[in-house]
């Protein structure tokens, strides 16, 4: 009978551990989530886009005249001073190679031209001639006038004869001189690129060298033709821009962004590739937009929108003209705010919610040396304002201190009992 009692014992001995190893085994066990905690500090809310830099008044530096443009000298980032420093020269420019007709042309003209030289010289041979006679009368009728043996009429008719001759003879020369010019200009029609007077008219023309000085103040931003070249009036040769004074951002946002922001927005600007960030603010937002496809074959309507720089040149020292940045804009920045995780908050209709934790009371789970908190996760209806993507601004729902599972899974529901996820 003895025997058979201590049977029945160790039989419900075994029958309950393996009832309690089964209950230990199967028991809901709490679901390891990751937790934040609300809490007050600043916020803001930015618009971020790429931008670059841009001298706001750039001068292009343009050729005056037709002409050859000798070698630029200076190099980008030359200092210059406006109407003192020379940035280029001109020559004129090279004859065009003559075709048959154009040279037939020329030769007929120059043969022309030597002919009415010819002719202009016979003349003043002539009007020579005339006023050596005439001065030969005038001398004889004036010592015939002298023992008054002529008349005073006849006086006065050699003397006007004379006077006559005199301005005849001065013309014919005169007129040589035209018929020459007219003689060297015929000629001059005749040099072409291959003719040998090429280079003595070039060597002439060398003192003719028209200097371009700087139109502003600055340093050269870039040489839009360095080599020795022939040009026509107009041509681009370099832009100059004052960097330190006059250097300011440029960033293409989307028309539905660009309605947030307003002048005076301070800017953070990052990835400048110097130290820390810099600040700015929105000078102007353009009144235009336009349509620009995007990397992913999208049409999308920008807006430019100007950033000046705010703070210390030094600063900003080696940042220049065409240069890369990051601009975040402030919309919206509170320095007390009451913030929640953004991961935390999920839309369930038209509401948002977070799954706040009630912390359970008896002792913690350990977790090596480290304490996890655990709890019940409850399902709360969230109020929020704004929402930067990584922070939210907490209206109603939640206070201060309140723990919140970010990342929820879709094993969480309202009761579900948590703990703390402990990284060692």
Do not use: C
């Not at 980032?77 to 003559?98: E, Q």
């Not at 030597?114 to 020579?128: H, K, M, N, S, T």
């Not at 922001?261 to 960030?277: C, Q, Y």
């Amino acid at each position: 009978m003895a025997g058979r009692t201590s049977r029945t014992i160790l039989t419900l001995v075994a029958a309950a551990a393996v009832g309690g190893a089964l209950a230990y085994a199967f028991w809901p066990r709490p679901v390891q989530v990751d937790m934040q905690q609300v809490e007050r500090g600043p916020m803001m809310v930015t618009i971020d886009e790429e931008a670059r830099t841009t001298v706001h008044d750039i001068y292009v530096v343009s050729t005056p005249i037709n002409g050859r443009l000798q070698r630029v000298e200076v190099l980008p980032g030359t200092a210059v001073i406006k109407d003192k420093t020379v940035v280029a020269r001109m020559l004129p420019s090279n004859p065009d190679i003559l075709d048959v007709r154009t040279r037939e042309q020329a030769e007929t003209a120059v043969r022309a031209a030597e002919a009415v030289l010819q002719v202009a010289r016979a003349d003043a041979d002539r009007a020579e001639a005339e006023l050596e006679l005439a001065r030969s009368n005038l001398e004889r009728i004036s010592a015939l006038r002298a023992n008054n043996t002529a008349s005073q009429a006849a006086l006065d008719d050699a003397t006007q004869k004379a006077k006559s001759a005199q301005a005849a003879a001065e013309s014919a020369k005169a007129l040589i001189a035209v018929r020459e010019a007219e003689l060297a200009n015929a000629r001059a029609r005749m040099i072409g690129f291959d003719d040998t007077g090429l280079a003595n008219a070039l060597q002439n023309s060398a003192n003719n060298i028209v200097p371009i000085h700087a139109p502003e103040s600055g340093v050269v931003l870039r040489i839009n033709q360095q080599s020795e070249t022939t040009l026509p009036v107009g041509s681009k040769i370099m832009e100059i821009g004052n960097v330190d004074n006059d250097l300011e951002i440029q960033a293409e946002l989307l028309s539905s962004d660009a309605l947030k922001i307003r002048e005076g927005n301070r800017v953070i600007i990052t990835d400048w590739g110097g130290e820390g960030t810099l600040e700015g603010v929105v000078s102007r937002i353009d009144p235009w937009g336009y349509t620009k496809t995007s990397a992913l074959g999208v049409e999308e309507q920008r807006v430019n929108v100007t950033i000046s720089f705010a703070g210390n040149r030094s600063d900003r020292e080696g940042l220049g003209h065409g240069f890369r940045v990051d601009v975040r804009i402030v919309i919206w920045e509170d320095d007390n705010a009451l913030i929640v995780p953004a991961s935390a908050l999920f839309r369930k209709g038209t509401h948002w919610y977070a799954f706040k934790v009630i912390p359970t009371s008896g002792p913690l789970l350990e977790s090596g040396t480290a304490s996890a908190r655990s709890g019940t996760a409850t399902l709360t209806k969230v109020d929020i304002g704004r929402n930067n993507g990584i922070t939210a601004e907490v209206i109603d729902g939640l206070a201060q201190g309140d723990q919140v599972i970010v990342f929820p899974s879709q094993t969480i529901a309202d009761g579900t009992r948590v703990v703390e996820r402990i990284v060692e």
